[in-house]
Structure formats: structure tokens, C-alpha cells
């Protein structure tokens, strides 16, 4: 019996949507910027989300700078489960097998956020551990929130020596990547080539939150060093 196409290519089709899963795979945008790198009008691109959050290929999360407004992220985990089942559909030849981790040694990363007491530290530790070089800082650097020092040490990373950093500590210096993990720094960090943004909630002001910051993390840390040796 004939069999429509899977969801994951009837919902990522349509040649807009597709622009936009493209857009946002390296990191978080609005809609304003989504509709600028498009060249699209912003009913029609907020129609295609509409239609990519229905098939829960992209997250909506509401900007803690500006309540009004909000990031969209592509969840990328989601994404590879949909394809390799897709594949596995059609021929069992052709279920997707994700390629192993790349290693990122020599890759030099900075993560930004307003504290940097807590998002970008456990950002940091995690990176390293993959073999990045990275580092972190705050526009307005906090204590190491001890929360963070625990959920770091059950995953075998010590903060106990870790430093609360301003990010004029890093002025003038290189970085592969520069991403912002909190909606507020984005807009007050100085620019950086080919900076990218992940809207990361705070957990610090919902301390149920760091197993899932730290979660997320860990996962978004992986495919950026996919990302990096494409």
C-alpha cells in the first residue's frame, strides 16, 4: 500500500521552510532577522515557523531582554531522529548514522553571557572537555553560582577554581567562535565576526533549571564542533 512522504520532508519541503531550518542551524535568531536574511515579508515567515514549531522541528523562547520578543531555535537532536527515520522508511541502507564527534583541538571559543556565573562557566567546562580551547565571561560578572559548581561536578568537571570574568578581558583577542548564551549581553557585547547567538534561560533565577541548562549545553556544544569542520 502507497504511503505519503514522512512528515519531516512534507514540514522542511517547502522551499521557505527550509530556508529558514538553514538560517537558524548554527544559532538562535528573531523574526525580524529571519526575515532579513531572507528576503522575505514577515507574515510569510512567521506563517513557515508557525508551520515548523507544528512539527516541533524549531522552539520558540521568549527574549529575557525584550518580553516581546522571541528566539527561535532549531532542535537539531529532532531533526537527525526525523531524518534517520525517514531514510530507514524508504531502504534500510539508508538510515542516517550521525559521524562520530570531530575533535576541536586548536579551536579557540569565547561564551558570553551577563554574569557569567553560571551559563557560560558550565558552557566553558563542557567545551573543554570536547577538546575546545574556551573560555567565558559576563558583562557584569556574578560569583560562581554553587549550583552550578555541583551539577558540574556530578558530570566529573571541577569549577572550584573558576573565575568570574568581565569580557573587556578579551578585548582585541581572536576567537573561532563568539556566542551568547543570554538575550541580554547580545546587545551590550562588543561585535564579533561570525558571532553566534543561543537563547539559554538562566538558571540562575531558577535554580530547577541547570540539569536542563546544562543538558542543552552539552548538546549544542556537540554540533557546533560539527559545525566548525564542515
Request: aromatic residues 6%; proline residues 7%; charged residues 25%.
Amino acid at each position: 500500500m502507497e504511503t505519503g512522504p514522512p512528515d519531516v520532508f512534507r514540514a522542511a519541503g517547502h522551499p521557505v521552510r527550509w530556508a529558514l531550518l538553514s538560517a537558524l542551524a548554527p544559532g538562535d535568531l528573531r523574526v525580524q532577522e529571519l526575515t532579513a536574511r531572507l528576503g522575505q515579508p514577515q507574515n510569510l515567515v512567521s506563517y513557515h515557523l508557525g508551520q515548523l514549531r507544528k512539527a516541533s522541528l524549531v522552539r520558540a523562547r521568549r527574549s529575557s531582554a525584550d518580553g516581546r520578543d522571541t528566539y527561535y531555535r532549531l532542535d537539531l537532536t529532532r531533526c537527525g531522529d526525523l531524518l534517520a527515520a525517514a531514510g530507514g522508511s524508504l531502504h534500510p541502507g539508508l538510515r542516517w548514522v550521525a559521524p562520530p564527534t570531530p575533535s576541536s583541538r586548536g579551536a579557540r571559543v569565547l561564551f558570553l553571557c551577563t554574569g557569567n556565573s553560571s551559563r557560560s562557566q558550565m558552557a566553558e567546562a563542557l567545551a573543554r572537555r570536547a577538546g575546545v580551547e574556551a573560555y567565558s565571561a559576563g558583562s557584569a560578572p556574578k560569583p560562581i553560582h554553587p549550583r552550578a559548581v555541583e551539577v558540574m561536578a556530578a558530570r566529573g568537571l571541577d569549577l572550584g577554581a573558576a573565575r568570574s570574568k568581565h569580557l573587556d578581558e578579551f578585548t582585541g583577542r581572536s576567537f573561532d567562535r563568539v556566542i551568547t548564551l543570554c538575550d541580554k549581553v547580545r546587545e551590550v557585547c562588543p561585535e564579533y565576526p561570525g558571532a553566534l547567538h543561543w537563547s539559554v534561560a538562566d538558571p540562575a533565577r531558577d535554580p530547577s533549571l541547570f540539569e536542563t541548562v546544562a543538558d542543552e549545553l552539552d548538546e549544542r556544544i556537540r554540533y557546533l564542533l560539527h559545525l566548525d569542520h564542515a
